[in-house]
């Protein structure tokens, strides 16, 4: 048995380094605000050392790819560096590498607009791909499964009510507050398949998934997967996978993971890979079960096979009907009523998945939000947050909005409070809570979430990994509606976290400039 202890301290002084990004980005474009290129170059705080499997090279690696994000445009060129520190390795954290290269990216957008006269959101909405357009093949070899884009960005610039924010900054606030709108869409790959990983050069290529089923004797149903639920309801997630083919109630299904002696071989949850490639397994392994119950269904009704169904529980003919509950009866206790090929099959059975194509899905969500900045002191108070987000067909909406949700508390500490600050000589300052700020419940704003549901025609029923996204548009969203609301004197916000002395000292030094 292994025991790890560790106090905060340590954990906060020695634990991963992430999103310490450096960007030197440039948007070529047309006078309409159609986007030519991009050109980039990201240097990468790497730490000391190379962690197994994912290398140094983590996010510097993913940079260049990533970088268009979901949008179209001709001309790309990007150089990455990872820069070798002597800070503690860089391991994924959620929204790995999205979050900088979406804060880069988007909060280049506005000022590009801002220079042409055009709303920010109406210039994303010129550059991004049309449902037409799906799969879509983007500059850097990326390909899109399905979405509607322009849609997305249409509707939470509606439901932010844009209209209205504008309005509302002509007017003035009678505190003296200023009111800022800022948007970021971006996409998330997926439940990256083997060509992936290995085409990485990654030693662990985990391009599958695997799940064990069996119907117990009282006819309920034991799903066995080695993704780990630590978070992501998994356990009532793939219940409902195998509910909607079996339709044995989930109330009598029982998932078991977590255990290795019991469950097949899997690399983990990570990568938001479990709706696709666990929920692909346990689709694939119900699905085979699903013939074999009905063929005994059907020979206990006497029934054509083709004629028979499932219908909540239960095998269903013009003639009758027959409980599953009475197959796994049959098949355990009188086999001697079954033929013998029916009475040798087993219930109880292995399937893996792998999808086809399998570079991944991916899902997607614009966010918008305004704000409230106080000048004098650097406050900011986030009044409104509205997200918009596909993630392909959702198999329990509740679950997707808690890992929205969540996802959006991580961002929103990325852009206003989150730092690990060194000192001259290297030595890590943050060592508690104290100095390592994080959002509580009163620094969170009511965030709105809306569903738009594209199938995705690379996953085995339609549905898209989203567990990272929450966690990568808030930066670039705040960001972009702090810069919005101090425009007449040109303020450009581009350091995270966006703290109120840091914010306060720039919005100083803009107002001397202007």
Same mark, same amino acid.
């Given at each position: 048995p292994v025991c790890w202890i560790e106090d905060r301290r340590e954990q906060l002084s020695a634990n991963t380094n992430c999103r310490e990004h450096h960007y030197e980005i440039t948007a070529y474009?047309?006078?309409?605000?159609?986007?030519?290129?991009?050109?980039?170059?990201?240097?990468?705080?790497?730490?000391?050392?190379?962690?197994?499997?994912?290398?140094?090279?983590?996010?510097?690696?993913?940079?260049?790819s990533i970088l268009p994000g979901p949008y179209d445009f001709p001309g790309f060129r990007c150089r990455t560096w990872s820069s070798a520190t002597n800070k503690p390795p860089i391991l994924?954290?959620?929204?790995?590498?999205?979050?900088?290269?979406?804060? &880069?990216?988007?909060?280049? +957008?506005d000022p590009l607009a801002r220079q042409l006269g055009i709303e920010p959101h109406d210039v994303r909405i010129k550059n991004l791909p049309l449902p037409e357009q799906m799969p879509f093949t983007n500059v850097t070899n990326k390909l899109f499964d399905s979405g509607d884009y322009p849609e997305c960005m249409g509707r939470v610039? *509606?439901?932010?009510?844009?209209?209205?924010?504008?309005?509302?900054? *002509?007017?003035?606030?009678?505190?003296?507050? *200023?009111?800022?709108?800022?948007?970021? +869409? /971006?996409?998330?790959?997926? &439940?990256?398949?083997?060509?992936?990983?290995?085409?990485?050069?990654?030693?662990?290529?985990?391009? /599958?998934?695997?799940?064990?089923?069996? !119907?117990?004797?009282?006819?309920?149903?034991?799903?066995?997967?080695?993704?780990? =639920?630590?978070?992501?309801?998994?356990?009532?997630?793939?219940?409902?996978?195998?509910?909607?083919?079996?339709?044995?109630?989930?109330?009598? +299904?029982?998932?078991?993971?977590?255990?290795?002696?019991?469950?097949?071989? =899997?690399?983990?949850?990570?990568? =938001?890979?479990?709706?696709?490639?666990?929920?692909?397994?346990?689709?694939?392994?119900?699905?085979?079960l699903a013939k074999r119950v009905l063929q005994i269904g059907a020979h206990l009704l006497q029934a054509d096979l083709r004629e028979v169904e499932l219908f909540r529980g239960e095998i269903r003919s013009s003639s009758g009907s027959v409980a599953i509950k009475d197959i796994a009866r049959t098949w355990y206790h009188a086999p001697q009523d079954l033929p013998p090929e029916l009475a040798s099959r087993a219930m109880e059975l292995t399937e893996g998945y792998r999808p086809e194509p399998d570079s991944g899905t991916f899902s997607y969500a614009a966010h918008g939000c305004v704000v409230a900045v106080d000048p004098d002191i650097g406050?900011?108070? +986030? !009044?409104?947050?509205?997200?918009?987000?596909?993630?392909?067909?959702?198999?329990?909406?509740?679950?997707?909005?808690?890992?929205? !949700?969540?996802?959006?508390?991580?961002?929103?500490? @990325?852009?206003? /409070?989150?730092?690990?600050?060194?000192? &001259?000589?290297?030595?890590?300052?943050?060592? @508690? !809570?104290?100095?390592y700020l994080l959002p509580g419940a009163c620094e969170m704003p009511n965030v709105r979430i809306l569903h738009m549901e594209t199938p995705s025609p690379f996953s085995a029923f339609g549905q898209k990994g989203l567990g990272e996204g929450g966690a990568i548009g808030p930066p670039a969203a705040i960001v972009n509606a702090i810069n919005d609301a101090f425009k007449d004197i040109d303020l450009a916000v581009d350091r995270l976290p966006i703290s109120p002395a840091r914010l306060f000292e720039l919005i100083n030094k803009a107002k001397l400039k202007s």
């Open positions: 474009a047309a006078g309409d605000g159609k986007i030519l290129a991009v050109e980039c170059e990201a240097t990468v705080d790497a730490g000391a050392y190379s962690v197994y499997p994912f290398s140094a090279c983590l996010e510097a690696a993913q940079i260049a994924p954290y959620r929204g790995v590498a999205r979050t900088g290269v979406c804060f &880069a990216l988007e909060t280049l +957008i610039a *509606k439901e932010i009510d844009l209209v209205a924010v504008r309005e509302r900054q *002509k007017q003035g606030e009678e505190d003296n507050r *200023k009111i800022g709108v800022g948007f970021s +869409i /971006f996409c998330e790959q997926a &439940a990256h398949g083997t060509s992936v990983y290995s085409g990485w050069g990654i030693p662990m290529v985990p391009g /599958f998934e695997q799940s064990a089923i069996r !119907l117990t004797p009282d006819g309920g149903l034991e799903v066995r997967v080695g993704v780990q =639920s630590h978070g992501q309801s998994l356990e009532t997630t793939l219940a409902q996978v195998a509910e909607e083919i079996l339709t044995i109630n989930s109330d009598d +299904i029982k998932v078991v993971h977590g255990d290795t002696a019991y469950t097949p071989y =899997s690399t983990g949850t990570w990568g =938001s890979r479990c709706a696709v490639m666990a929920g692909g397994a346990v689709s694939s392994a119900c699905k085979e406050d900011v108070e +986030i !009044l409104d947050y509205v997200i918009v987000e596909d993630g392909g067909v959702l198999i329990n909406p509740m679950v997707v909005d808690g890992q929205v !949700l969540g996802g959006t508390a991580q961002g929103i500490g @990325t852009a206003l /409070f989150e730092e690990m600050p060194y000192d &001259a000589y290297g030595q890590p300052m943050a060592n @508690t !809570l104290a100095e």
